[in-house]
């Protein structure tokens, strides 16, 4: 898991408006945002679900691709350098 993907420590202290641990704790609680505590104690956020609760919905990718869409013939392109 990358740095980006775990919301940093002063940026909870931010939105919840503590600054001590414990009380981002209860906030978070309060607001039903999904947790885990390391061991000095910190709130350990994932940046999916604190996004979740500020009501952005995740965004989401068909993996079949798009009809209707032209993709570059790149052997016709190679055949025409070739000429």
Not at 60 to 79: E, K, M, Q, Y
Request: net charge positive; charged share 25%.
């Amino acid at each position: 898991m990358t740095t980006d993907e775990i919301v940093p420590f002063d940026e909870l202290a931010t939105v919840s408006g503590y600054k001590r641990p414990r009380c981002i704790r209860d906030w978070l609680d309060a607001n039903r945002i999904r947790y885990l505590q390391n061991a000095s104690g910190r709130p350990i956020v994932a940046r999916s679900t604190f996004m979740q609760a500020l009501g952005v919905k995740p965004i989401t990718i068909d993996p079949t691709p798009l009809r209707g869409i032209n993709t570059a013939n790149l052997d016709h392109l190679h055949a025409q350098k070739r000429k």
